[in-house]
């Protein structure tokens, strides 16, 4: 539980930092508690047989994207987006582009993870994949509910789509390249 509440404590900490929208003190305990309660979870999952790999490289995942969040928080990467496509912020190019960069801004971690950790059985690595995805998302997710609270709801909305493609993927395809260096031919 004390991991639990200091990985959330960090969490909170690194992502107030850069989250630019207005957020309650009652919104920050209860994201605190939810994210101490999910921290707790794969924190004890870790140790678990069958889970264990998956909540491991979920832990290693949320970690790499957290580290990240500080010089690529999701606004500042929006605002160059929009500058660099030269459109407005709801036109279909950069709404392309945003969707495009929300999935490698989930999958980049995700194969982090499951490069180190991942370690499936050759006929497994889907189901280990998708695992890791699911765990990854719900740590993720109040993150990058506080980075996206000053965006706009359809660049949110974007957003938010771009990065379940990329956590779909992510996890699987972390696990496949993990199980390729296992194999023997």
Do not use: N
């Amino acid at each position: 539980m004390l991991l639990g509440a200091g990985a959330a404590a960090l969490s909170l900490l690194l992502v107030l930092g850069i989250a630019e929208g207005e957020t309650s003190a009652p919104a920050i305990g209860i994201l605190g508690t939810f994210w101490t309660l999910l921290y707790t979870g794969l924190f004890l999952l870790s140790s678990h047989r069958e889970l264990g790999p998956a909540s491991r490289a979920a832990l290693t995942s949320v970690g790499v994207s957290l580290i990240l969040a500080a010089p690529l928080s999701i606004p500042r990467v929006v605002e160059t987006c929009i500058r660099l496509v030269q459109a407005a912020a709801g036109s279909v190019s950069v709404s392309l582009v945003l969707l495009l960069l929300a999935a490698g801004y989930t999958v980049g971690p995700l194969l982090v993870g499951g490069a180190v950790f991942g370690r499936p059985r050759p006929d497994c690595w889907v189901s280990h994949g998708a695992t890791h995805s699911l765990l990854y998302a719900l740590v993720i997710a109040p993150a990058i509910y506080l980075q996206c609270l000053s965006l706009s709801f359809p660049v949110a909305a974007v957003w938010t789509a771009g990065a379940i493609l990329g956590t779909v993927l992510g996890g699987p395809l972390g696990f496949r390249l993990a199980g390729r260096g296992s194999e023997t031919t």
